[in-house]
């Protein structure tokens, strides 16, 4: 029997999806379900997928490439997507891909497969990344095949086939996709853009009522763009990243709502939380600030941008990307440092950074007595600066021109 490696999150569209393409297109199942730190709401995947029908089922722990290899990258190019999307779905799925891909060749299967639906872009990624990492594998989705219409209908094909969904919530009605960089939240009354998400659409910050009338504050450690350590404690990427989560979402930091522009032409709208990511993100930027040239932020800035397109848009194993982290690993190499960063009610507020590679130089900026800046030295650079503003005006006013 031909094989197929499904990544399987262990709800209903993937249960169900086990028992479609062993029975309508005859392929022995292999789950692959991927640790990306959704903590608790990692469902029991591999007792649920040998009962479902698969011939078995592996769970692998990738939070330490997700951190390492996806985030981090992300991080020194200050990725983001729309007005503040920190990408943690779209960081998540080349690797679950990735990993697709590796097992289906050391387990000798021709297929893949994965549970996204034809409107959004994580069926893109998933398959873009396949071909750019296997280009003879030939990818499966059951979802855009099958001809059932709704959640109502699968739950009906469930029952018929004996499908153990689990615990169906029947008022579960957003549709959420976590890993260790935050949650991505759709559906139910989020789809109308003008309604506020409820409160219990959130999963990992407290609503600013909740969240402690005192703030805090954390000092993030760096080295070379990434954080090394918390309030003085070196910590790993994951250890760190998991920590943040927990203090900022307390305090409710990390919400973001925004209506965003879909690779597949529709605009959707989207809630996330991602806690650690704008501690990170903010303070990662302000180091940048204090240790980079005025040009070398600008051009960061702009590529930066380009990054979280493309790996919005599913190119994370392209040339251009390569290339981008070149440009960003170089970019990083003195951005490293300290920033103090007060949580209080949603916000995260840099105070403070310090770095041994500041171009912030006390005697050149100061207005106190030991300022050593050359202040008649500005004289020739004005004139200089302004000679051609000047020059356009005189040329101007001998043409007879009314200004
Ligand atoms: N709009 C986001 C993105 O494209 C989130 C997608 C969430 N995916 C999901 N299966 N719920 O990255």
Not at 6 to 31: C, F, H, M, N, P
Request: net charge negative.
């Amino acid at each position: 029997m031909p094989r197929v490696v499904l990544a399987y999150s262990g709800g209903l569209d993937t249960s169900v999806a086990i028992q479609w393409l062993r029975q309508e297109k005859g392929l022995d199942v292999v789950t692959l379900s991927a640790d990306l730190g959704q903590g608790e709401y990692l469902p029991p995947t591999r007792e649920r997928a040998l009962k479902n029908g698969a011939s078995e089922a592996v769970i692998v722990d990738l939070r330490k490439p997700l951190v390492e290899e996806f985030i981090f990258p992300a991080l020194k190019a200050l990725a983001f997507y729309g007005e503040g999307y920190l990408l943690a779905t779209a960081l998540g799925r080349p690797l679950i891909a990735r990993e697709l891909v590796r097992y289906a060749r050391e387990t000798g299967a021709d297929f893949v497969a994965h549970g996204c639906t034809g409107k959004g872009n994580d069926q893109v990624r998933f398959e873009v990344t396949a071909a750019a990492l296997a280009p003879e594998i030939k990818v499966i989705a059951p979802l855009r095949e099958w001809s059932l219409k709704s959640r109502e209908e699968e739950i009906e094909y469930a029952m018929e086939h004996g499908i153990d969904i689990g615990g169906i919530d029947k008022k579960k009605i957003y549709s959420y996709d976590r890993n260790l960089w935050g949650v991505s939240v759709e559906c139910g009354e989020l789809e109308d853009p003008w309604n506020a998400p409820p409160e219990d659409a959130y999963l990992m910050t407290a609503g600013p009522k909740d969240a402690p009338d005192e703030p805090v504050e954390v000092v993030v450690g760096f080295k070379s763009g990434v954080p090394v350590s918390l309030d003085g404690r070196e910590m790993d990427g994951v250890a760190l990243i998991e920590k943040l989560n927990s203090i900022a979402g307390a305090h409710g930091v990390g919400r973001i709502d925004q209506v965003e522009d879909r690779l597949v032409g529709i605009k959707s709208r989207e809630v996330y939380e991602a806690p650690a990511g704008v501690v990170l993100f903010s303070a990662a930027r302000a180091l940048q600030h204090l240790t980079l040239p005025k040009d070398l932020i600008h051009e960061a800035r702009i590529l930066g941008r380009r990054y979280g397109e493309l790996v919005y848009n599913g190119l994370w194993f392209t040339a251009l990307k390569r290339a981008l982290d070149a440009f960003f690993s170089q970019t990083v190499r003195n951005v490293s440092g300290d920033v103090r960063v007060r949580l209080f009610k949603g916000s995260a507020t840099v105070v403070g950074r310090r770095s041994p590679f500041a171009l912030y130089r006390h005697s050149l900026s100061t207005y106190d007595a030991s300022d050593s800046f050359d202040h008649s030295a500005s004289v020739g650079f004005i004139k200089l600066w302004g000679l051609p503003v000047q020059l356009a005006e005189l040329i101007d006013r001998e043409a007879g021109k009314e200004a």
